[in-house]
């Protein structure tokens, strides 16, 4: 039933960014011409597989990293929503000078220090719902394994094989 609810917040997590994105790329004044429509819907094609892309990496990267320390898992739920605002400006571009113009612009917007404290905010009341952290927060590594893994499936790769963390190798 858990697992099931998270799926369930993190598909709602990810059609409240779709939408926002959506609205974001509605035209200010009027319709633009066929051609622009093509074209626009070429490009959002794009940018949908390389977000998928990243997304993928994204959740890789925080189930081997939980794996090695299961506090990561908390850290990428704070830089979560920096990355998918990160992945929605860079995805598509096409040349190093887009890429460095859209990063340049999604710094400019989404990493004022009020955003970064509504994100983190957002993302603790998110950890503090989904976790037993509260009540039982001996739980907490084991469900951080947990969760990361589940967020890798969701995110497309199938490849979601828990892995014990690994031990520190001892000094000689």
């Given at each position: 039933?858990?697992?099931?609810?998270?799926?369930?917040?993190?598909?709602?997590?990810?059609?409240?960014?779709?939408?926002?994105?959506?609205?974001?790329?509605?035209?200010?004044?009027?319709?633009?011409?066929?051609?622009?429509?093509?074209?626009?819907?070429?490009?959002?094609?794009?940018?949908?597989?390389?977000?998928?892309?990243?997304?993928?990496?994204?959740a890789d990267h925080?189930?081997?990293?939980?794996?090695?320390?299961?506090?990561?898992?908390?850290?990428?739920?704070?830089?979560?929503?920096?990355?998918?605002?990160?992945?929605?400006?860079?995805?598509?571009?096409?040349?190093?000078?887009?890429?460095?113009?859209?990063?340049?612009?999604?710094?400019?917007d989404k990493f004022?220090?009020?955003?970064?404290?509504?994100?983190?905010?957002?993302?603790?009341?998110?950890?503090?719902?989904?976790?037993?952290?509260?009540?039982?927060?001996?739980?907490?590594?084991?469900?951080?394994?947990?969760h990361a893994s589940?967020?890798?499936?969701?995110?497309?790769?199938?490849?979601?094989?828990?892995?014990?963390?690994?031990?520190?190798?001892?000094?000689?």
């Amino acid at each position: 039933m858990d697992a099931e609810a998270l799926q369930l917040n993190n598909e709602i997590e990810r059609l409240e960014l779709e939408i926002a994105r959506l609205h974001g790329s509605l035209p200010v004044i009027g319709r633009g011409g066929h051609r622009q429509v093509v074209n626009g819907m070429l490009k959002e094609k794009a940018v949908a597989e390389d977000n998928a892309a990243l997304r993928s990496m994204f959740a890789d990267h925080v189930r081997c990293s939980t794996a090695i320390n299961w506090k990561y898992w908390v850290f990428s739920r704070l830089m979560k929503p920096l990355f998918e605002t990160y992945s929605e400006n860079v995805a598509g571009a096409s040349t190093v000078h887009e890429m460095q113009r859209a990063t340049s612009h999604w710094f400019e917007d989404k990493f004022s220090q009020t955003e970064i404290r509504q994100s983190a905010i957002a993302a603790l009341r998110n950890v503090s719902v989904s976790t037993n952290i509260l009540t039982a927060p001996e739980r907490m590594p084991q469900e951080a394994l947990d969760h990361a893994s589940l967020a890798e499936a969701a995110a497309g790769n199938g490849s979601a094989i828990k892995q014990e963390p690994r031990e520190p190798e001892p000094d000689h």
